[in-house]
């Protein structure tokens, strides 16, 4: 039986679309397909009686059908929990992010998810205004850093589908690298990055 969820903290994902990815106004991915990785550092939450805060999650998406949040899109997931977390904290996060305690990854996953794996590795999650360093194990790196515009001011879009329509950074990669088995490994450094907060519940 699944129980009542919160989870707020930091955000960062890395694609291979150019800046700005376009899945943010359901257009097609640059290479008609989509690569991404995602990270999230959870500052405060809690999965019913056990405590979330202070753990990392990782997911690689791999994607071959075009529009990122088309009706019909299938997605292959790797979820990758914190090596740190107790077995109820990772059953927790599990159930959060493959869909199965509600919220938004419950549309997520019936919508979307086709194949999804989880694995555990150390997970290093750093932001310090708008440059984030993750360290996903020897599967994944990220280090982004916030895009400037024209008036030196960050660029920024809003809403976001997967941050409960958090305000995001727009940003860009200098590292980010996967390497995971069969259709997981990719280097998309250069390329696009969205970063800042998230609040994401089961109501």
């Known amino acids: 039986m699944t129980s009542n969820w919160a ?8 694609c291979n679309c150019d800046v700005a990815c376009q899945c943010i106004w359901m257009e097609a991915p640059d290479d008609g397909a989509c ?5 999230w550092h959870i500052r405060e939450g809690e999965y019913g009686a056990v405590d979330l805060s202070d753990l990392s999650v990782a997911m690689l998406i791999s994607s071959e059908d075009g529009v990122m949040f088309a009706p019909g899109t299938g997605w292959d ?4 929990t914190d090596e740190t977390a107790t077995d109820e904290q990772r059953a927790a996060l599990e159930d959060i992010f493959f869909g199965r305690a509600g919220g938004i990854w419950a549309a997520v996953a019936d919508s979307h ?12 999650f750093s ?14 790196t990220m280090e982004v850093t916030g895009a400037p515009g024209f008036n030196g001011e960050l660029g920024r879009i809003s809403p976001h589908p997967l941050t ?5 950074t727009v940003g860009k990669s200098t590292a980010a690298s996967v390497s995971y088995g ?10 696009n990055a969205y970063l ?3 609040e994401l519940a089961s109501a």
Not at 35 to 39: E, N
């Open 196 to 198: 800042g907060d998230f």
């Open 127 to 140: 932001r310090e205004g708008a440059d984030v360093s993750v360290s996903v194990g020897d599967v994944a």
């Open 164 to 168: 409960k329509s958090q305000e995001m």
């Open 77 to 80: 997931v790797v979820l990758v």
């Open 7 to 14: 989870i707020a903290g930091d955000y960062v994902e890395a």
């Open 182 to 191: 069969d259709g997981f490994g990719w280097d998309l450094s250069g390329n």
């Open 35 to 39: 690569t991404a990785s995602l990270a």
């Open 113 to 124: 998810v086709e194949s999804a794996e989880a694995v555990t590795a150390p997970i290093s």
